[in-house]
């Protein structure tokens, strides 16, 4: 059985040096007023950079991280009203670019990338 290649997409990250950006942070003024404008960046600065969980990082952003099992690809396929609803889009749309490949079920890149920028 030749289940062929799926187009997945790799991210890297560099490892920047982050000694300037820690510089800037002792220009602010008012942390505290910092913080109500922008959250816990500050804080992210003073932290030691390395490969973290999702956990570590919902808890240095103050983001709540569901306590669900994650997905397992063994759930049934979602209704196209409830993928609407959870994405803010319109019915006629998910139908339109909802496809399958490889097997799986999805979103194209590029109507990823069109959607969430429009929502940007």
Same mark, same amino acid.
């Given at each position: 059985?030749? !289940? ?10 560099? !490892?920047?040096? *982050?000694? $300037? /950006?820690?510089? %800037? +942070?002792?220009?602010? %003024? ?6 109500? !404008? #922008?959250? &816990?960046? *500050?804080?992210? /600065?003073?932290?030691?950079?390395? $490969?973290? *969980? ?5 808890? %240095? ?6 306590? &669900? ?5 063994? @759930? @049934? ?7 609407? @609803?959870?994405?803010?889009?319109? &019915?006629? $749309?998910? @139908?339109? #670019? ?5 097997? *799986? ?9 069109? $959607?969430?920028? +429009?929502?940007?």
């Amino acid at each position: 059985m030749d !289940c062929g290649r799926r187009n997945t997409k790799k991210y890297s990250f560099k !490892c920047l040096d *982050l000694k $300037e /950006l820690r510089k %800037l +942070a002792s220009f602010v %003024l008012d942390p505290l007023d910092f913080k109500q !404008c #922008h959250g &816990k960046l *500050l804080s992210i /600065l003073s932290a030691d950079v390395v $490969e973290g *969980l999702l956990s570590e990082y919902a808890h %240095l952003l103050g983001i709540p991280v569901s306590n &669900k099992v994650p997905f397992s690809g063994l @759930e @049934e396929i979602p209704r196209y009203y409830f993928i609407a @609803e959870a994405l803010h889009l319109k &019915k006629s $749309e998910i @139908e339109a #670019h909802w496809v399958k490949k490889g097997g *799986l079920f999805g979103f194209p890149s590029n109507f990823i990338i069109k $959607e969430s920028t +429009a929502f940007a």
